[in-house]
């Protein structure tokens, strides 16, 4: 962003608040900058006043309770065969972003495995506040630059988990030799404050997480020497002074502030016994609390307009709520219910194959293995749901629609919206139709990253002048008009309708109006969109239209107006429409990192500059103002 434009939006809280990140963080690097390596046992005995021995101090951490009913539930939620996972990992096969991939020996947690080891820049000796993680100005669709979530994925350790269970299934010590293995690997790559994986507070919490659980489900081995556990020890100290002094704290929090907060409460609890952190203990309690408040809106919908990040903090929110239940810490009546207000919404974003329905970002991101499912039988016997804080309606039938209302308030960031005002998303019989294409990548490509997340690459319509292309610039930032939540949905025993509007912040004077009438009956759904302006309409403006299919569905054009939609050569849907479409290669983004082609249609209309409403020419069944009228018909067998 420009540095003036940037002075000029920055509130006096966020300034207060980053210059107090400078102060914190310049004090951390004067006092530890040169220490280049973790701390040792007797060093942290001291700066904790530990006045007993390592053995009596181990001792009082294997007797500790505190994360068994983190792993209870972790194990009971496990739909994989464990010691097939830990087989995996042992020969160097992890899961990365919902995909296998092979972790040649030796293991390099610095590096992007997708790219040459000689191309990339070697950090492991930097000091992580000197690293600029770059992304380069100018970069075509085949690039592809240092991707730095993948060395965060791994060194997330996510996958100690599987062999933690292993070894509690089996007591075979080939796992805790693996997890002894990679731990140490990892700590002599990664020295303290040194390196990639020191960057990003979110990602050092997370791993804290991981290497607490995966104490507790080894240390009862009788093969992992005193020394490993002193080191192991050290290294969760250090993690638990990182955040200490870098936690995300801006105006317009967001997912990693309270990853940072849920990480630290686990610190706070696995050192409990320690005067330090049982101080502390009541300050992140109540600050993950007062976060919740914040973040999570009346609806119980994440206030980042994202539903795959409305998971992680919902998976945050249960791991906080199940470590206060073990510490008899009982939660108040109001944060209980507005969890059940975000497993319900993940319910009802879930479609009929168990896959939360992407909108927003997707980084496929998650604290634990197993990543926890919060969808839930769906007993809510409503035809039309409407989360008027998220801003989509929803209509639950065999035909699942999701309507994307332009809803916005100026607290919320912005950085994992994407241009989706009035886009629409459906499946028929469990068969995803239109579809939102996801994000594929963040830092790796910003082409790609802005590609992804702009108006063309989503069943909506907008507006650009002629000839000229919409730029998005920044890569977590999206500049977006404020809008209420100003719906009108409509039912009655044969219909729902549902409407709604918007405008694009370079067209103010501008109304994009969409219709949307599904019958419950014949089971049809009807777009209708109308653009109106409170002046004439400037020159050289055009309205373009997206939509997206599924990458397993086709088309076979019937005739100008009609478009047969196949799923294996099966005929399933008609779509009709009153202006002829073209048929082009979409992209679509399952999870992060992965990017399959798909099919699309398109069109576009010259608005006319004597007119303040559109008009379609030889336009004799719809209404005169209506631009584009599409219907979506079942086939009948």
Known sequence: MNLIKKLFTTSPKNIALGLKRRLNKNLFKFKYKNLNRFHNWNEIQNKLKINKSFDTFFKELQKSNTFNLILKKLNETSDKNIIEEATKIENNFFNFFGEEKEIYNPINWQKDFNLKSSSQENVSNKFYQEIKIRTPQTQNFQDYSFDIKVPWELSRLQHLYYLGHAFETTKSETYSKIFYDHVQSWAKQNKFLYGTNWICPMEVAIRAINLILAFNQFKFSKKIPSTFWQQLICILYDHAIYLESNFEKYDKTNNHYLSDLIGYFYLCLFFEETEHFKAKLPWVYNEILDEFD????????????????????????????????????????????????????????????????????????????????????????????????????????????????????????????????????????????????????????????????????????????????????????????????????????????????????????????????????????????????????????????????????????????????????????????????????????????????????????????????????????????????????????
């Not at 490509?445 to 802005?450: A, H, S, Y």
């Not at 719906?487 to 549902?498: L, S, V």
């Not at 500059?609 to 067998?637: D, G, H, M, W």
Request: proline share 3%.
């Open 294 to 637: 914040k973040q999570i809106q009346p609806d119980g919908t994440s206030y980042e307009g994202s539903t795959n990040y409305h998971r992680l903090v919902t998976e945050i929110l249960w791991h906080f709520q199940n470590l206060c239940f073990s510490k008899k810490r009982y939660l108040d009546k109001t944060i209980l219910e507005k969890f059940k207000k975000m497993q319900d919404f993940i319910s009802d974003c879930t479609n009929a194959n168990k896959e939360l329905i992407q909108i927003g970002d997707n980084d496929s991101g998650k604290i634990v293995s197993p990543k926890i499912s919060f969808a839930k039988e769906d007993t809510n016997k409503q035809e039309i749901i409407h989360y008027s804080n998220f801003g989509i309606s929803i209509i639950k039938s065999n035909v699942k629609v999701i309507f994307r209302h332009p809803t916005y308030n100026q607290i919320q960031p912005s950085g994992h919206f994407h241009q989706d005002d009035l886009a629409v998303i459906f499946d028929f019989n469990s068969q995803p139709i239109l579809v939102d294409c996801g994000s594929y990548l963040y830092t790796a490509n910003k082409t790609w990253r802005n590609f992804m997340r702009s108006f063309e690459n989503h069943n909506t319509f907008f507006i650009k002048e002629k000839n000229k292309d919409l730029k998005l610039e920044e890569l977590f930032s999206l500049e977006k008009e404020e809008q209420a939540d100003n719906e009108a949905i409509f039912e009655n025993k044969k219909t729902i309708t549902i409407k709604n509007h918007s405008t694009q912040s370079n067209f103010k004077n501008i109304k994009k109006q969409r219709t949307l009438t599904f019958n419950k009956f014949d089971k049809t759904i009807k777009i209708e969109d109308y653009i109106q302006s409170s002046k004439k309409f400037p020159q050289n403006l055009e309205v373009y239209w997206n939509f997206i299919f599924h990458p397993d569905l086709s088309f076979e054009k019937i005739n100008t107006n009609i478009w047969g939609i196949t799923l294996f050569d099966k005929p399933i849907l008609q779509m009709k429409t009153n202006i002829a479409f073209e048929k082009s290669i979409g992209f679509y983004s399952p999870h992060y990192g992965k990017i399959e082609p798909c099919q699309k249609l398109t069109t576009k209309l010259e608005l006319q500059t004597n007119s303040s409403v559109t008009k379609v020419e030889k336009n004799n069944l719809f209404y005169q103002n209506c631009a584009l009228q599409i219907i979506f018909e079942p086939i009948r067998n």
